[in-house]
Structure formats: C-alpha cells, structure tokens
C-alpha cells in the first residue's frame, strides 16, 4: 500500500481564498483523522471520521473549516474564507479498527495563507 | 495546565549515550500512551505505545509508564546520529476512543 495520500503538499494562498486538503487513507483503514500542527499549538486533532461518518469534530476551530468523507477512499477539509492564522502544516491519518498502535500520518500539506 | 506536558529541550546527547524524555499528563484515567518520532519536515511515525504500567523494551529504545505518578518516559540507548529529531508523547484518555492530545515535542540532538 502506498500509505496516507495527501494533496497538495504545498499550497500558497491569499486571505479569503478558498482551500480545499486532500486525503486518501490506507485501504481497510476505518478511522480517518485531520490534524493540524503549527509551532505555537503542536499537533492538533480537527476532526475524525469512523467508516466514513465523523464522529467528533470538536477540534474544528470554527465554522469556515469543515470536512467531508463521501466514500472509503477520500476525504476533503476545506476552509472558507482562509485567514492567514490558518497557515499551518495539515496531516490526514489512518487507522484500522483495531487500534491507535497502527495510526499511519500521510507527509502533509504545508498551506501558507499570505 | 495542558494535557501532555514534555520537556522543552533541545535535549543534546553523544553519540553512543542514553538520551531520556519525559512527558507528563493531566488526566489520571487516560489508558494509552505513544512515543512518535518526527524528523525536521516529515510527518510523526509511532515507534513505541505502553498500555501497562512498567517498562517495555524494542530494540534501543524502552518506554516506561508510571501511572500513580501520571508520567512516561522514552529512553533511547546507544543513541545515534539518526536518532536527531523531535519526539512526541501522546495520550490516549479513554480505550476504544481515539482522541490523541499530543505533547509539544522535545528535540533531540545526537552529536557525532
């Protein structure tokens, strides 16, 4: 398997643009996961989703982020209108039901929101 | 107080010494913990979880959990020059949920 796919790997944009985050998880892989990491807050779950229903979304930070999973094998978070303070590197991360000890990250999209 | 609290570091070791990391949690009912690495860059990959209290051993590295004292170390033996990156302690509160808080990492140097 080729692991997390995640899309873009780098995205440049200007405040009040739209952003669309693109995951593929590993196939099989129950649970998906949307982080975000920056240097003042560290890691940071956003959002997850259990066989494609999200299940807890407390760590959204507000309503111009939202995420989707319509299908097994994608996942989209979207933030609109993007703020510069959303400039970050966001992970996608997989795991079977099994359990966290085989949670797999994909290499991240580094956004900047200039 | 946050959840996952680690040292800030940078932690430098040589080459060949043990290097050793702390992390401490806030919530005294969390069941699992994860040691990640994260090279400058990369993504964070799992390298050693500890469910029970004591230690538990894989290859150079030993995870010690102590749950009275809300505590988990990593000790990394025979350090090596690849062993320089940033190490993430993680905390699982409650079994079958899987919310990680994370701590913010220390820094790891492993001089030549």
């Known amino acids: 398997d080729a692991g997390v796919i995640q899309s873009p790997r780098h995205e440049v944009t200007e405040m009040g643009q739209e952003v669309t985050l693109r995951c593929k998880p590993i196939?099989?892989?129950?649970?998906l996961f949307w982080y975000r990491q920056t240097m003042m807050r560290g890691l940071e779950l956003l959002i997850y989703?259990?066989?494609?229903?999200?299940?807890?979304d407390s760590g959204m930070p507000e309503d111009r982020f939202s995420a989707k999973m319509p299908n097994a094998s994608f996942s989209t978070l979207k933030i609109q209108p993007s703020e510069p303070r959303d400039s970050a590197v966001y992970f996608c991360?997989?795991?079977?039901?099994?359990?966290?000890?085989?949670?797999?990250f994909g290499s991240g999209t580094q956004l900047s929101v200039l | 107080q946050k959840e996952v609290e680690q040292n800030s570091g940078p932690l430098s070791v040589p080459e060949g010494a043990i290097a050793s990391l702390n992390c401490t949690y806030s919530d005294r009912g969390s069941q699992s913990f994860f040691w990640y690495r994260q090279y400058s860059g990369k993504s964070p990959e799992l390298i050693m979880f500890i469910y029970s209290n004591g230690d538990k051993e894989d290859g150079r590295f030993t995870a010690q959990l102590n749950k009275a004292s809300q505590y988990v170390s990593l000790l990394i033996r025979d350090s090596q020059p690849s062993d320089s990156a940033t190490y993430l302690c993680a905390v699982n509160k409650v079994t079958n949920d899987y919310k990680l808080s994370f701590g913010a990492g220390t820094t790891v140097t492993v001089r030549a």
């Open positions: 989703f259990n066989n494609n229903v999200p299940i807890d």
């Open positions: 991360a997989s795991s079977p039901q099994e359990g966290m000890e085989k949670l797999f």
């Open positions: 196939s099989g892989h129950d649970y």
